[in-house]
């Protein structure tokens, strides 16, 4: 063999895997382009009220606007860690109120830092046409697209497990924990990535245990009031998951909890879940270091999701990166698991085009702002907007939530109500599990009857959301 073909044979080498760089680099773009498409339409939805999109937006937004408007860092407010406030408040600082659009386009941006981060993690798992597969999957998944126009903390927590779970795989152990600290500051669920890091270091304790340590550093960097209000920490994050593992309104005739969180999933990426748990059994069967760190994270994760009887659907999104990984790991399937991604690329393109309309509560609340005196005493549930007005606020039923005493005709009448508002987000969900809550479907029955109706906005006709009435006692 001479030395001039083995040159020529590197040279051809580099030369596709250039090639083979570059074309990646292409088809990577081609996904962000794509998902930062679909997140932008309907960005602006229901603006400039910050409850219609997703009502945590009013529990993050404005703490992140106080902070940099001489509130301070302490949020004095553990629901959530802190790091997606600490995000957002600098985009805050010019603004004269809360910007929730101006939230949002961060998130959005995060967001399409969890595409590149599963790329990244499918491309050092199984290669870049596994990259592709799993990028592809967060891009579109319809759960992704639509928390990624919210200014709340389900996508930062992904994009955190995603990149945790991509240096995993790579081996680099330290800075997992890093970013697995970081993800845990995002939204405590977060912590779950110890799991994965562990499997991954099995018997590397020194590097495991740097690992460990590094991340309680990065969550305590980035949530350092909980060391100032440790029992105001502890009892809220505790509340929060009490209420989850209670469950919420809406969910009483649901699926057992394993097939209502895999109905969730289905919902999110369509029939490429089959390829997954087709990949995650072929995982657990080849059992090397990447397969175990991929799948421990899966299995713990959904493990977790057992113990909720609330069975939103965000709480599946730190699962997407993994199962789209998961999806490509099959060589022979990833070109039937980017076909079947045209499922959830078209339920995403649907949502984002019911999002070019306007809400009902929208509409509602110009009616209001126009008919309503404004110092006319108002009652109003939580799923309605209202700007620049008090009202007596009618607390959201749920298991193991006391009644509400406000939802009592006769008892508003004599506080002096004039005005109530009631939506089906709230109404529809009560009706639907009338035993569970008999007095809260009895106020609605005594509405429909006593009092006179002034505003009924239904969807239809340029409008989506939930229906709205105004009733005048």
Same mark, same amino acid.
């Given at each position: 063999?001479?030395?001039?073909s ?5 040279t051809?080498?580099?030369g596709?895997?250039?090639?083979a ?6 088809a990577?773009?081609a ?8 997140r932008?339409?309907?960005i602006?939805?229901g ?9 945590d937006e ?9 902070m ?5 860092l302490?949020?004095h407010?553990?629901d959530?860690?802190?790091l997606v ?6 985009f ?6 809360p910007s929730?659009?101006?939230a ?6 995060l967001?399409?830092g ?7 993690l499918?491309r050092?798992?199984?290669g ?5 597969v799993?990028?592809a999957?967060v891009?579109?998944a ?6 990624s126009?919210m ?6 927590l992904?994009? !955190? /497990?995603?990149?945790?779970l991509? %240096?995993i #795989? *790579? =081996?680099?152990?330290? $800075?997992a924990?890093v970013?697995a +600290?970081? &993800?845990a500051g995002?939204k405590?669920? !977060? /912590?779950?990535?110890?799991?994965? %890091?562990? #499997? *991954? =270091?099995?018997g590397? $304790?020194?590097?495991?245990?740097? +690992?460990? &340590? ?11 009031f909980? %060391?100032?209000h440790?029992h105001q920490?502890?009892h809220?994050a ?6 989850a593992?209670a ?16 109905d969730r999933?289905?919902q999110?990426v369509?029939p490429?879940?089959v390829?997954a ?8 069967w080849?059992?090397s270091r990447t397969?175990?760190a ?9 493990l977790?999701?057992m113990?909720?009887n ?9 699962l ?9 790991r ?11 991604l ?10 984002a085009?019911?999002?070019?309309r ?7 609340a110009?009616?209001?702002?126009a008919?309503v005196p404004?110092?006319?005493?108002l ?14 606020p009618l607390?959201?039923?749920g298991p193991?939530?006391?009644?509400d ?11 002096g109500v004039?005005?109530?508002v ?8 009560v009706?639907r599990?009338?035993t569970?809550?008999p007095?809260e ?5 005594d509405?429909a ?17 939930p ?5 005048r006692?």
């Amino acid at each position: 063999m001479s030395p001039g073909s083995s040159v020529a044979r590197r040279t051809r080498s580099r030369g596709r895997a250039a090639g083979a760089g570059r074309a990646g680099a292409l088809a990577l773009l081609a996904v962000l382009a794509l998902g930062g498409a679909l997140r932008a339409v309907g960005i602006q939805y229901g603006l400039p009220f910050g409850t219609l999109l997703n009502p945590d937006e009013q529990s993050i937004v404005p703490r992140a606007w106080k902070m940099v408007h001489g509130g301070g860092l302490d949020p004095h407010w553990f629901d959530y860690p802190t790091l997606v406030m600490y995000l957002l408040a600098p985009f805050q600082a010019w603004q004269d109120t809360p910007s929730f659009l101006t939230a949002r386009v961060v998130i959005l941006v995060l967001g399409l830092g969890a595409v590149a981060a599963t790329w990244w993690l499918g491309r050092r798992a199984y290669g870049g046409q596994a990259a592709l597969v799993g990028a592809a999957t967060v891009a579109v998944a319809t759960i992704h697209v639509s928390y990624s126009r919210m200014a709340v903390t389900d996508v930062p927590l992904t994009l !955190g /497990v995603a990149a945790a779970l991509a %240096l995993i #795989v *790579a =081996g680099r152990l330290e $800075w997992a924990g890093v970013v697995a +600290g970081l &993800a845990a500051g995002a939204k405590y669920p !977060g /912590v779950l990535l110890l799991v994965p %890091l562990v #499997v *991954a =270091g099995w018997g590397q $304790w020194r590097r495991v245990a740097a +690992g460990v &340590a590094l991340a309680a550093a990065a969550f305590l960097a980035t949530s350092p009031f909980v %060391l100032v209000h440790p029992h105001q920490a502890v009892h809220e994050a505790l509340r929060v998951q009490r209420l989850a593992r209670a469950g919420w309104l809406g969910f009483e005739h649901d699926y057992p909890t394993p097939l209502a969180f895999l109905d969730r999933l289905w919902q999110g990426v369509g029939p490429l879940l089959v390829l997954a748990a087709v990949g995650l059994l072929v995982a657990l069967w080849k059992r090397s270091r990447t397969d175990l760190a991929l799948a421990a994270f899966v299995v713990v994760y959904f493990l977790d999701l057992m113990t909720l009887n609330a069975h939103f659907d965000r709480y599946t999104l730190p699962l997407i990166p993994a199962v789209g990984v998961l999806a490509g790991r099959l060589r022979p399937a990833r070109p039937l698991a980017l076909a079947l991604l045209v499922v959830p690329l078209w339920w995403s393109i649907d949502d984002a085009s019911r999002l070019t309309r306007t809400d009902t509560r929208v509409v509602a609340a110009r009616w209001i702002a126009a008919n309503v005196p404004i110092a006319a005493p108002l009652a109003a549930e939580s799923s309605t907007a209202l700007s620049g007005r008090r009202a007596l606020p009618l607390l959201l039923p749920g298991p193991g939530r006391a009644f509400d005493p406000n939802r009592d005709v006769g008892r508003l009448r004599a506080g002096g109500v004039r005005y109530v508002v009631v939506t089906g987000a709230v109404a529809d969900r009560v009706q639907r599990a009338r035993t569970a809550y008999p007095r809260e479907a009895r106020f609605y029955d005594d509405l429909a009857r006593s009092a006179t109706r002034v505003l009924d906005v239904e969807p239809g006709a340029g409008r989506t959301g939930p229906w709205v009435r105004v009733y005048r006692l």
